[in-house]
């Protein structure tokens, strides 16, 4: 296929990594109940009595042990403090509740774009997305038909191996699990499944020259080649990968498949993909109680899954019934090629009105990103609010929230260009990384780390080669191995 058609199909193919700012830009604070406003805590007094108070109880309790606090967590916690001065004026009455934009109205269907692009979609009893499969194959992906290569096994999370979640997920075999280690659980992207952390390999293609929809060339892999989700298991990690079931957007009543105007590559939203993982965090949580849990995103699932913390933060906050503080439970949260400050589809916005635009306008637009409705309840003012937890005590403007526990936050993206373009199809080293350092370490791939298996979508080879390298290529892996492993 030649490269304009290639390039073309894009558009269509994986609009839901990319965003525009089309959303309200200014903040939002309709809502303003506790749990969901910030409530800044910056008084000197107040700061100056609590390290009186504590140096007493420390100086009474034990007087031949001094505490010691890691060099990085006190950096984090100097950087959030500078950073909260800095945007004062915008801290106070920043509201974290769920935009407006994406809240449903009463008596809508699940089951329409019409009633739901954008929308949350909470009730997962008559969400056309929360469907389990029966079985997890090499080719479960609506997109990809010819995957030669063997996958790691595994079975559709049910009530025995994963009880309380009812949607789809792959729970893989794992006869060495080091129960040591956390649990991770893996976020696919748009269009896709959970084999986009799994082996793929064509026969035929082996040595072939494909193009990616960016213009740049990839000779495909000529063996099969290890990837995330094995690389996993034999390090003894029990792993959990999230399955949005993104075939189930043909089922939508008024679904269009034209690709002119409809949305052909079942592209989906944060609404659609969101509340299904809140469920399934939730269930992880609950089976390993002792266990710490790591999280790995890719493209959509990046913000799938700080949108799913943020939720979970809120219902706790607000004492709802079953409701979980997700920040003590976790150990990594590793975000791979997301977009975080926009994407390069985010155009679409103002031309569909259904989740292949949607979810464009939650992200924004890589090329003059303007915070959106849905960046501002996650990044908070100047990314502020971007790493929860991240030295153990600071989320969404509030301390003490965190029982302790330092979540360890990760972005791994290709480089740009030096010439200042992007081989990456969707996101920049920009777009990407989250600017609260060192709260978060952000990491790049180089240019020649692309994935060369030839992945994601047949007959459109190597597609988005670039894109996948922070998740499919060895640099990629390494890197998120040795988060995990840190």
Sequence with gaps: MNRITRSALLGLACLAWVTTGCGDDNKTTDDTTTADTVSTDTSTDDVAEDVSEDTTEDTTADTTETDTVDPQVAACSAAIAARETEVADELSGWSIADPTEMIAAVGGDQAKEADYAGKYRD???NHPGCTPRTEYGKNVEPFVSDNEADVPAGSPADSTSLPGYDCAAKVYDQPNADTTKPVVVLIHGNSSANTSWEEYFVAALAGSTQTTSAAF?????????KQLATKLIEAGYEVIAFDARVDMVATLSDWDSASATGNPFLNIDHGW???MVESLLKAVFAK????KVSLVGHSLGVTVIRDSLRRLYNEYKSSAANSVNPFPHLQDVILLSGANHGVSTGALCTYFTHMRGTVTCEMGDRAAFVPTYFSKVNNGPSDLFAAPCADGSYAFGERDQCEGNVVQYTTITMADIADGSYQDEFVSEASAALDLEPCVANELVTLDDY????????NLWALLASHFGSARSDA???LVLDKLAD
């Excluded at 060339?217 to 080649?225: F, T």
């Design 451 to 458: 994935d060369t298996s030839g992945y994601f979508i047949t």
């Design 217 to 225: 060339d990839v000779v495909v892999e000529s063996a099969v080649r």
């Design 476 to 478: 990629g892996m390494a």
């Design 123 to 125: 009730d997962l009893a």
């Design 288 to 291: 390993y109680p002792d266990r």
């Design 273 to 275: 993909a969101v509340p």
